[in-house]
């Protein structure tokens, strides 16, 4: 499905889900939820809005997810040996339809972005972006890296979704959690996009696809660098910080310096203190020894 808003500022949206069978409540709430909330975004932050459902290696009953990245790229001319997207079932466990990091590579470099719209990618998944599973490992989290990468190279925000995982097959630790989530950030704020984490539940569609909408309007460049703090301190990066974060100390140690001077002037000026400073008791030549 492809939908258009008519406005100013035109913003390309393509709202990318993983199509295994844990995802199927996702794609049926936001298929429910986009005319609402275009209809709000509209008056929020109106832009010329086009928004395109696609789904990795498979499609969803009753969403709008009829058709797949690979089914609408190649339909436009790409040639589908250029994809990077794994074919459906050629990975175990239904991991080519939950390759999200390898969907935001393919679609930042091919989709048919129209000239002068911002570019906006929304994707979803509720397992780890290389092929699924619960356990990231450095294949998975190179893949998230590579995919950022590709997204600033071609201007692309990305905006990310991490859902509720089936109850049969949970985080086999907490730690697994957080670390999963943090990927699902790091796309995101990397490339100026927002994060949505619901690993205890399904958000409310029309809000998070207002919030993604109004967002999008944003230019990537901007976004990245308001964004970069937070990236940097998820990534435990220091990025050092503004000077005037730090001014009230600066100025204190200012003026503690020019306090200590001020005794100084008294102790050692002309005059001042116990006979005042020795340079100025001593001949010529002693001070020039350095004796002051």
């Not at 209809?39 to 498979?58: M, Q, T, Y």
């Not at 609408?72 to 999200?100: C, P």
Request: with cysteine.
């Amino acid at each position: 499905m492809s939908t258009s808003s008519t406005a100013t500022q035109p913003v390309d949206l393509v709202i990318v889900i993983d199509t295994s069978l844990s995802m199927s409540d996702e794609a049926e709430a936001l298929s429910q939820a986009l005319n609402a909330a275009v209809e709000e975004a509209k008056s929020a932050c109106p832009s010329d809005l086009r928004v395109k459902f696609l789904g990795i290696e498979g499609t969803f009953d009753n969403s709008d997810f009829n058709e797949t990245v690979r089914q609408y790229l190649t339909g436009i001319g790409v040639d589908g040996g250029a994809l990077k997207g794994r074919v459906r079932d050629t990975v175990d466990r239904a991991g080519a339809q939950e390759d999200v990091a390898r969907a935001v590579e393919d679609v930042s470099r091919y989709y048919d972005w129209r000239p002068g719209a911002e570019r906006n990618l929304f994707v979803l998944g509720d397992e780890s972006m290389e092929g699924g599973d619960m356990v990231l490992n450095p294949e998975r989290i190179q893949a998230c890296t590579s995919a950022i990468a590709t997204a600033v190279q071609n201007k692309v925000k990305v905006h990310t979704y991490l859902g509720t995982p089936y109850a049969s097959d949970p985080y086999p630790t907490p730690a697994d959690e957080e670390a999963m989530i943090k990927e699902y950030r790091r796309l995101a704020l990397r490339t100026g996009g927002e994060d949505y984490i619901y690993t205890r539940g399904v958000a409310d569609f029309t809000q998070v696809l207002k919030q993604t909408i109004c967002a999008s309007r944003v230019p990537q460049e901007q976004s990245i660098a308001d964004k970069q703090k937070e990236a940097d301190k998820l990534e435990g990066i220091d990025s050092g910080s503004d000077i005037c974060d730090h001014a009230g100390e600066i100025i204190k140690a200012v003026n503690t310096l020019a306090g200590v001077l001020d005794k100084l002037v008294d102790i050692c000026g002309p005059g001042g203190g116990k006979g005042g400073c020795r340079c100025h008791e001593h001949e010529k030549e002693e001070t020039e020894k350095g004796e002051c």
